[in-house]
């Protein structure tokens, strides 16, 4: 309670909420609203904004308006898919080495530090190259990738509370270790962690327009990377092909980064 208060009372945080609210409102309820195909030719080629295409053309015809609408459903979804997983792996190999310890904890601390060198986006490039370019393909090569940091804040934090008396006192009652590090470490560990996977759903969405800007994305589906690094060339001459699809992926991403913060000062016990 004193955590949602907290929250509640930070006009920043409040700020983030309700744009993604409304994001993610447009996202679901827009296309069908706004009535028009994504895919089809409205207007000229490279056509400026106007009453007929608020947002203008892209350089086949479309409207760009109909795409950011349709297009940020793909890049949402593949940001939240790929925290879960990243945020799965790290949580998993930081438990692991922290409450373990000893080898276990030195083998996998390696294993971190070995993905933690590669290049993360090249690493991905690769990953998404080996198989069929898809939006499974694309979620599950930005959640191998970014788990890193992750690892190690569950690390730290099963290191931190392991020792401590409530622990000693499961542990003295006869809990085994798996019920130790499920009921009783993570539940009291959760705080940074909540705070990381909601950063990682935003640095995720980031990787995804990465890595659709480059053309590695899932070709069947139109999402804001994918416009911006199609419509790239005529950026000089149709300055809006490139700016609402940027602009929506900038504002999502503040969002996140908004809430996350306010997450973070409402979980911070010096609050």
Do not use: C, H
Request: glycine share 10%.
């Amino acid at each position: 309670m004193r955590a949602g208060r907290t929250f509640a009372s930070n006009p920043v945080a409040l700020a983030g909420l309700t744009m993604l609210v409304a994001i993610v409102l447009a996202l679901v309820f827009g296309p069908v609203l706004y009535g028009v195909d994504a895919l089809d030719i409205v207007n000229a080629p490279l056509s400026a904004p106007d009453a007929e295409a608020p947002f203008g053309t892209d350089y086949l015809g479309r409207d760009i308006l109909a795409s950011v609408l349709l297009g940020g459903r793909a890049t949402l979804l593949v940001g939240i898919t790929a925290a879960l997983i990243s945020v799965s792996i790290g949580v998993t190999v930081g438990a692991v080495a922290g409450y373990a310890g000893g080898r276990i904890d030195a083998v996998l601390m390696r294993v971190t530090e070995f993905f933690q060198v590669l290049p993360a986006l090249l690493f991905a490039m690769v990953v998404v190259m080996l198989f069929r370019p898809s939006l499974v393909t694309v979620a599950l090569s930005i959640g191998v990738v970014s788990w890193t940091g992750t690892a190690r804040l569950a690390r730290a934090e099963f290191l931190r509370l392991k020792g401590l008396e409530f622990v000693e006192a499961a542990r003295a009652e006869g809990a085994t270790d798996l019920r130790i590090v499920f009921r009783v470490i993570l539940p009291n560990g959760m705080a940074p962690l909540v705070v990381s996977a909601t950063l990682a759903v935003g640095a995720a969405m980031l990787f995804e327009g990465g890595l659709s800007f480059l053309g590695l994305g899932d070709p069947n589906l139109i999402s804001w990377g994918r416009m911006i690094g199609q419509n790239r060339s005529y950026l000089l001459d149709a300055w809006w092909t490139v700016t609402f699809p940027g602009l929506a992926l900038f504002l999502t991403v503040l969002s996140v980064a908004l809430i996350g913060d306010g997450i973070n000062d409402a979980l911070d016990p010096r609050s």
